[in-house]
Structure formats: C-alpha cells, structure tokens
C-alpha cells in the first residue's frame, strides 16, 4: 500500500502563490505517476498537473500559472501555483499509480491523499 499525505493548502488572495506538497510513505516503490486533481465546490474533480516517465501534463486552464515537480529520491511531489484565480478555488488531492498503469491522462489512479484545501480570494 501506498499512503499520500498533502500539506500546503490555505487561503490566499488574487494574484498569489502558493505550493503543495505531497509525501508518499509505504510501498513506494510501487508508484510510477503521480498527479494532482482539484474539485471546485459543487464540481467534479479534474486532473490539474501530471507527471510520467518524464512526461507532464498540465490542464489548458492552469497552463503557464502552475509546475509540478518530482523529487524521486524524497518521495515528494509538489505543486508550484502562481498567479492563483478564483477558480482555483478546490480541495486538491496528491493521486499516484503503480508502474505498468496508464498515466494520469489516461487512468484515474487508486492512490489518494486526504486533500488540501486552496482558498483564492477576490
């Protein structure tokens, strides 16, 4: 099993920044891809940023504002989100996939953390 806990969330105003982190423990060496997904109050939830076998996706609407990056050796993923919008307003979650899966966007993966939520204020 892998365990995935988020940290970095909070409330911010227009124009801002922030970065996620996420940590993963357990059976680590399982994981290929990992990814971050967002849902907006009262929305479904979308994949925001992903990485694969050196490989990253970004969705149309955080492109150019948001990086994700990944530090093999620590485990860790994080999510650089500048120049943050309303609309980003969302709980974010860390989601990772075991190797031989599909990437991020192709499969929803079954590894989740507990979410971080981001507040981006007008």
């Known amino acids: 099993q892998v365990q995935l806990v988020e940290s970095g969330g909070g409330l911010v105003q227009t124009g801002d920044s922030l970065l996620l982190s996420c940590s993963a423990s357990?059976?680590?060496?399982?994981?290929?891809?990992m990814a971050w997904y967002r849902q907006p109050p009262g929305k479904e939830r979308e994949l925001v940023a992903a990485v694969d076998s050196g490989s990253k996706y970004y969705v149309d609407s955080v492109k150019g504002r948001f990086s994700i990056s990944r530090d093999y050796a620590k485990n860790t993923l994080s999510l650089q989100m500048n120049d943050l919008k309303p609309e980003d307003t969302a709980v974010y979650y860390c989601?990772?996939?075991?190797?031989?899966?599909?990437?991020?966007?192709?499969?929803?993966?079954?590894?989740w953390g507990q979410g971080t939520q981001v507040t981006v204020s007008s």
């Open positions: 989601n990772a996939g075991e190797l031989g899966e599909p990437p991020p966007w192709q499969y929803e993966h079954n590894y």
């Open positions: 357990g059976d680590t060496f399982r994981i290929n891809s």
